[in-house]
């Protein structure tokens, strides 16, 4: 359990995760907001971006980004058809760790943004409507208006992404990239004539990632949750929608909740 090449594997299969989910959501935020908009170019460049990528295995495109030096030997910075002022060795840049979070990030952002865009077209026209009446940018809406109220029904899935990924991070063998922990405990157990005990190890160190995920994923959803559930004492959902004054006026109960009905028979 705490051999440190499968305490490091374990490391390697964190970061791997964070990596991807990290560019997995930038490109889903980004694509889902070009998606939504109304200029025909970034619509088309969303739609080909999450076509091909939903589209093709993970593990193939895993093998295509692994075979990106083979393809491209060298990169460089310079004048189209002109000088190079910076030239790159792809091995250098690209190396098998590099290209193992891109391909996962890569393949993550075309489902999560589905599931961006879905979150925002559910809040309700109105708001956008109501916010530039206000004034407020197209930028400033979606910040402080739009995201915070489709996050109720964007995180359930991306929870679900999330453990998803930790567990396909056993796919970059294909890149190949064999310092993640389902390669190094198979490793370690094929050499040692034990697959099944190292096998073993493995899902007990996915089951506790898990289980800390699924508590992380249930408290962001009870944050995001407030409000829409209808849990919560009278009390607290007032708090919610009074001020400093009015929370102390209703808490010292000289207010009846029905204040405004007429109670004389």
Do not use: C
């Not at 599931?115 to 916010?131: F, H, M, P, T, Y």
């Not at 094929?190 to 073993?200: A, D, G, Q, T, Y």
């Not at 899902?203 to 995920?213: K, P, R």
Request: hydrophobic share 50%; no cysteine.
């Amino acid at each position: 359990m705490f051999d440190p090449r499968v305490v490091s594997g374990f490391g390697w299969t964190l970061l791997l995760t964070v990596g991807a989910m990290v560019i997995g959501i930038v490109l889903a935020v980004s694509t889902a907001i070009m998606r939504m908009g109304a200029n025909p170019v970034l619509k088309g460049v969303a739609w080909v971006y999450i076509w091909i990528f939903r589209g093709t295995p993970i593990y193939t495109q895993l093998v295509f980004w692994g075979l990106l030096p083979v393809l491209y030997p060298r990169l460089s910075l310079g004048i189209p058809f002109g000088p190079e002022f910076f030239v790159f060795t792809t091995q250098d840049v690209v190396n098998a760790g590099v290209a193992a979070v891109l391909g996962l990030g890569l393949n993550e952002g075309a489902y999560l943004s589905e599931i961006v865009r879905a979150g925002l077209n559910s809040v309700d026209k109105g708001q956008w409507e109501a916010a530039t009446a206000l004034g407020m940018r197209r930028g400033a809406v979606l910040r402080r208006i739009i995201i915070p109220q489709a996050m109720r029904v964007i995180v359930p899935p991306t929870g679900n992404e999330t453990i998803s990924m930790l567990k396909t991070t056993s796919l970059v063998l294909a890149v190949p990239f064999t310092l993640e922990l389902t390669f190094v405990t198979n490793a370690i157990g094929n050499k040692n004539f034990l697959p099944v005990p190292l096998l073993l190890v493995a899902a007990i160190y996915y089951l506790v990632i898990t289980s800390v995920l699924m508590v992380g994923q249930h408290y962001l959803e009870a944050y995001y949750g407030r409000g829409f559930d209808g849990s919560g004492s009278a009390a607290t959902r007032r708090r919610g929608m009074a001020s400093r004054r009015q929370q102390a006026i209703l808490e010292a109960g000289t207010v009846r909740e029905d204040a405004n009905l007429d109670v004389t028979p």
